[in-house]
């Protein structure tokens, strides 16, 4: 109980954590007056960024960077601090502010190959119940505690704590926690018994598999606090007789070997993985595919993936969102993350509370859960306090990864930062709540089945439900590689084929005329290429298939029902598909096709064909060339070959479709502009966003953006995003209840000292947990006419509660910010008393 108890506090103190740092988030030497703000009519008659350049530098250390902001020479460092020590010196210091994130987690990926390895070795993760057994070795308290300094909450979950769905599913959440707390006896007990079945021996304190020592590789990410979480996990199994060998590693060194490493090789066994939700996710269905199955990514650790059938088809089918109602989505989630546990494939540990450093001089908008790293709106926010222009020094922990490419290319956090800023999505998440806005989009209709649980927020769009969605017969379904063209919904479903969604998306008006950085327009072939690529990919019958895609690409096949163009001008584009999400603004997210330079990825296609380069890492692997990369490296000599070739011969790929998409002249034209690109940019990388890429410096690590000056938009189309308004909660209430006896608990909710608008808070839940930590009770809080928010417990529910200690928990979530507010309150029951001159027999 008085670890249930901590775990409720632990999470209550995440949210005095963020009142605690949030305060002083500017802070400026007395005296110093407040910089003047720039006048609002500047910003509204610029166009695009509202800074001129940007430049990235490579820097791991943040109290060195720190340091680089305080002295001038720097203004964003990109990674949130985790450090105490550091944290307190940004929050003293007074040129410095700073913005809170909660999406960062830390997790222990155990390699599941096995369970010999290629050199003959054992590998003891390759069995689920020692990866269970993790669970119970490992004190996530510690590791928060002292490891993190309080900068931390526990995690055991594929569920951020910080997202809506924990909160929704707190019981099932709650349960789980305390099946696997901290019990290394129980692991030794089970970890000794499935090593005993795999034929190992200890002998002498020391595991031994035929007469060697049982090794393991723990790979170690340096650049924080990880490092010290690699050398406790490492502690944990010395003490279990295990032969440790650490190695540490920097990010780009620990891919090679985790991420595009043969996990049969041998080189590792278990790594220090870190994980960042760049924007607030609403839905977490897709993290038991995204964690635990082949269907998550490309790389060979993944594809080694081997789920047990149960949880493999609970999780594809939450991938679809394969569910009727909202109550059979709950039933299949916290099947899901018992499985998941079981499993254990990742062994969840904290998730953080993270500090990104900035200049008090520089302002921009930063994600609640991806802070700025994760961000989709800090190249829209992003200024000087007090001009317009100027050149923004930004410091980041790793810069060109992996190789740059929009098919498959890096997914690192950093390099996908700076993408980030050289393309424009037609939507772009809030990154207070994530729910989406429309960038490149006037409006949308979504359609659903009757009964499809489907909400709508936001009145940019539109939500109808039908009782039948029937898919028109000229909406494309499928590729024919052999012919070349799309197939329809009634070549390949002459019966009819039916859907449980429709989206109609239509653009802004002239989405069609606006311009790449290289100064082509952008044409319809832009829109429809990346389908056919997507198709042929996952084709055996293309010389383009990828083994790697083919996973991802059968879930999406799956739900998949169709899409046409309605109309080109305006553009308005029709999907069709059997997937749901709660949120209709996500469902448009997820279903508006976006633009990709047809021309530039005409080289890829055709260097992937030629067998010289690849897309993605599996295959760069699997046919022993380079990954493809359109920013740096041997791949750029390549793709000067192949815009000569494709540029002399006026090569459109799949012509017999794309044709009627391009403009006459278009295709030497494109390539005209990409060789003029090339020449004055050194790189291939072209995109539409408020900048571009200027310079590329892989030896020095160091990429410069400038300004887009042709972008469309005001330039402060985005700043109305600054300060999440996160409820504040103070709960009172008895701290001693007769059993049998009437409970009322009090729950203020407020913001900065006003009380929090009623009709912006969704849903104040409680749960009732007993002396035993068993949940006796959960309900909803009723508001008073003054606004306060009351829990009323009848007679006979304290009763039901027996003599002890007892916890009530309150989570508060609201429409303004998607991050539940938690509040605990510790009470006992005690049998009842009497009154002092009563009596009773004896």
Known sequence: MKKLILLMLATALLAVAYLFVSDPVDRRPAGMPDAVPVDPADLAARRGALVDQIVFTQESDPGKVTGMIETGTHHVFGQGVTSVTVFNRIRDSQQAAYDMSYGFSVELTLNPAGPELADGSLNPFHVPAIREAMNWLLDRRHVAEELYGGLAVPRYLPLNTAFPDYARLADVARALELRYQYDPARAERI???????????????????QGQPVRLIVLIRTEDVRQRVGDYVANRLEDLGFRVERRYRAAAEASRLWLAGDPAGGQWHLYTGGWIATTINRD?????????????????????????PEFDEISERLQRRDYSTWEERQQLMARALELAMEDSARIWLVDQLSVSPRSREVELAADMAGGVSGSWLWPYTIRFRDRVGGTV??????????????????????????????????????????????????????????????TRTHDWLALETAPEIR????????????????????????????????????????????RWHDGSQVSLADLVLPWILSFERASEDSPLYDPSHAPSFQVFQ?????????????????????????????????????????????????????????????????????????????????????????????????????????????????????????????????????????????????????????????????????????PELDLDGPLVVDAGGEAEFRLEITFQGERYPPEDIDLVQYLLFDSRGNLARRGEAEPDEAGTWV????????????????????????????????????????????????????
């Open 471 to 514: 898919v028109p017969e000229d909406a494309w379904i499928a590729w024919d590689v052999e012919k070349q063209r799309f197939l329809t919904a009634g070549e390949a479903h002459p019966q009819g084929l039916t859907a449980r969604t429709r989206t109609r998306v239509h653009y802004e008006e002239d989405y069609l005329q606006r």
């Open 791 to 842: 829990v009323r417990l009848s007679g006979s529910e304290t009763a039901a509660l027996g003599a002890g200690a007892n916890s009530l928990e309150v989570a508060v979530t609201t429409g303004r910010v998607a991050l539940p507010a938690f509040a605990s309150h510790g009470f006992a029951t005690v049998p009842e008393r009497r009154a002092a001159n009563g009596g009773g027999a004896d």
């Open 558 to 726: 799956r739900h998949f029902r169709g899409w046409r163009i309605v109309s080109r001008d305006p553009l308005i584009i029709e999907i069709y598909s059997d997937q749901v999400f709660p949120d209709a603004e996500t469902i448009v997210a997820q279903r508006t096709p976006s633009v990709q330079p047809w021309h530039v990825l005409a080289l890829g296609v055709r260097a992937e064909r030629t067998g010289e380069l690849a897309f993605s890492s599996h295959q760069a692997d699997r046919q022993r060339v380079d990954w493809l990369s359109l920013v740096a490296g041997p791949s750029l000599r390549v793709l000067d070959r192949q815009l000569e070739q494709a540029g002399g011969q006026r090569w459109l790929p799949w012509e017999g479709t794309l044709g009627g998409l391009v403009r006459e002249g278009e295709v030497l034209a494109r390539y005209q502009a990409l060789a003029t690109w090339r020449e004055r940019r050194g790189h291939f990388w072209v995109g539409d966003g408020p900048f571009y890429l200027h310079d590329v410096y892989p030896v020095e690590r160091t990429v410069v953006l400038r300004r887009n000056e042709h972008f469309p938009d005001p330039s402060d189309k985005w700043l109305r995003f600054t300060r999440p308004e996160i």
């Open 284 to 308: 977490q269905v897709d993290q038991f595919s995204f964690y635990y199955t082949p269907r998550g990514r490309p790389e060979p650790l993944w594809q080694a993936y081997d789920p047990a």
């Open 393 to 454: 020094v930004f410091a980041l922990p790793g810069l060109l990864t992996e190789p740059w490419n929009p098919v498959a290319g890096s997914n690192w956090v950093f390099d996908s930062l700076i993408m980030r800023s050289l393309n424009d999505l037609p939507l772009l998440p809030d990154p207070f709540t994530g729910l989406y806005w429309p960038q490149r989009i006037e409006s949308a209709l979504v359609t659903v089945q009757e009964d499809v649980p489907v």
């Open 191 to 209: 970890i000794t018994r499935e090593m005993e079945k795999l034929g190992a021996e200890r002998r002498g304190g020391q595991w031994l598999y």
